[in-house]
């Protein structure tokens, strides 16, 4: 029997956070849950994290609530994964800034859809044929949202 | 010593005033920035000749080392501290246009500022923690830079530049926590004493493979690199050469220093050898593909960088100054590509015929190109011989593939810089384009100092094998940080 105190359980929930996150940014097509798949992983790192000096049976650091004559907690890897969870906040924050940018630009959080239209766009900017054909998702996806009116480049001759 | 705390104390400070600053004086403001940094720079220089026989440490608070933090004052720090100062001084907007916005030049600025301050941290600092929360300064500040121009395709590009690296940054911790979890602290000091013991077994080598992935995003390493080319594409192009020049070379010292102090004679260096060379091969035909100039230079970069890093995997001084010389030559000549790039960022077809109507630029291009490639008396040249005798000298079998992936790249890059060389010299078929003195001169400066490294090949070679020879030397890293614990330190590993 395996015994299940509640230590191994946060363990095994730190894990399966870093799982359930990593598999949602290898499944996910839109980039708002590729986003909240990022979160959850941080999430896992952080917790994984703390509980790499937690002991059950400790006091809390510093102030030293709990038993007395136990040890203290680590508390270094809190203060860490304090500073963590900080920089996590702004990088989201600003990464959800972005996302409202490019809906109001696009329309769409779809990633097959905006990578063919960046790619179409980057491809008109600079002055080069656009990719087109095989390398374009199948469906009628494109001619319904792109440029409306798409002419190839002109020839400079 | 508090030469080298203000350069990355002064531009933090210098950024937060900025916005508040730029309501009451918009000059002010603007002068602001320069004058910081070139204050930063010549503490730095100053600083120069404490470390020159001997490493120092400088501690905060007045804690001692293992519980305290520290920056860790050696040469090669000292090189990127000043190259990240100097380059952002360089590469600074410095465009007075009609449009003149002050409130956005401000923000432009402050960012430039917290991406200078965050590289010199990141140069210096002794704790991997401390690292961390620079990386990740360096990160935020770099997306807000991408996203100037904030035209769709450049918001869509930042995006996933951020989304990669956010991802990045969690993989990094990973590492750094089951680092934690094994040796109980991030003292890179420690943790390398501690590393024999406690980190050379597969768990140890995990946290690497971890880490390396973690901070292979900035450094552009293999696997994690798609975002390259999209951001260099529709960055400014000053931007550009700013994150392929200095913001890739600074992640590949973390990794340098990981794999110094910490995995010595370990498996990692042939990780690392693996995704180098298969940065290079990656690099170099994608760049061969290329239709148009930014990407085809940003390609480049990326496999300069795997070249970084296959100098890197080759134990001992010899491989820490091949890399070195890689990446200081990159350093250079990718800002004076990008600088180059700012007018000439379309397709390469578009390009055709300005060597007529912009002869500096295409001699700048031509000086450029030949030292990447590695014409001998160049100082690519140079460089990539050392990386060669390297990986001849380890002889085994992994190495001589590299040597042989190697020769390849140099044979493709030779093929798409000089296709791209022909068409400059060919007939003009649309109206030239003209690069402004502002983004020549920097260009011009860099190619000046190419130009000065080539004459003196052999005083510099000298200052970088000493450089190098302190970098590698794990014992004196060891020995600075805890005075004490010389003899221990020492003695242990002579067993």
Known sequence: MIHLDYVTILYVGAIGLLAIGAAGLVICNNFFRILLALVVLEAGANLLLVLMGYRGDAKAPILGFGPDGAQMVDPIPQTLVLTAIVIGVAVQALAVSILVRVFRSYGTLDIRELKARFEHDIAVEMGIEPPRGGEAPAGGRIQSSGPPNFRPPESHS | MNGVVLPVVLPLLAAFLMQPLAHKSGVTARLLGPLVLAIGLAMLVQTWHLAQTDPFTVTFGGFAPPLGIVFYVDRLALIFAIAAQLFTLLLWGWSMDAQFDGEKKAREDALML???????????????????????????????????????????????????????????????????????????????????????????????????????????????????????????????????????????????????????????????????????????????????????????????????????????????????????????????????????????????????????????????????????????????LLIMTGLAQEGSVVYLVALGVVLLGSIVKVHYLFRFALKLYGRADLPPVRHSLMELGPAALIGIAIIAATIFTVPIGERLRAVAEQAADRDAYISTVFPDHKTAAVSEDRR
């Open chain 2, 114 to 384: 917290l991406l200078a301050a965050s590289a010199t941290g990141l140069a210096l600092s002794g704790d991997l923690f401390n690292v961390y929360v620079f990386y990740e300064l360096m990160a935020v500040s770099s997306f807000g830079l991408v996203v100037l121009k904030d035209t769709g395709p450049a918001q869509i590009a930042t995006l996933r530049y951020l989304l990669i690296s956010a991802f990045g940054s969690v993989i990094a911790l990973l590492g750094i926590a089951f680092l934690y979890a094994q040796t109980g602290t991030l003292n890179l000091a420690q943790l390398g004493e501690l590393a024999p013991k406690a980190l050379h077994g597969p768990a140890g080598l995990a946290a690497f493979a971890f880490m390396l992935i973690g901070f292979g995003v900035k450094a552009e390493l293999f696997p994690v690199n798609t975002w390259v080319p999209e951001v260099y594409a529709v960055a400014p192009a000053r931007i550009a050469g700013l994150l392929a020049g200095l913001i890739s070379k600074l992640a590949a010292l973390v990794v340098l220093r990981l794999l110094v102090v910490v995995y010595q004679d370990t498996p990692a260096p042939q990780l690392l050898l693996v995704l180098g060379t298969l940065t290079v091969l990656v690099g170099d035909f994608s760049a061969w593909r290329s239709k148009d100039f930014p990407r085809m230079i940003s390609y480049s970069s990326i496999a300069q960088l795997g070249l970084v890093f296959i100098g890197f995997s080759i134990p001992g001084p010899l491989g820490v100054l091949a890399g070195l010389s890689v990446a200081l030559h990159h350093l250079l000549i990718k800002s004076g590509m990008f600088m180059l790039a700012t007018r000439w960022s379309g397709s390469l077809d578009r390009l055709a015929g300005c060597a007529k109507s912009a002869p500096v630029a295409t001699g700048l291009y031509l000086l450029f190109a030949l030292s990447l490639v590695g014409v001998p008396p160049m100082p690519g040249f140079w460089a990539k």
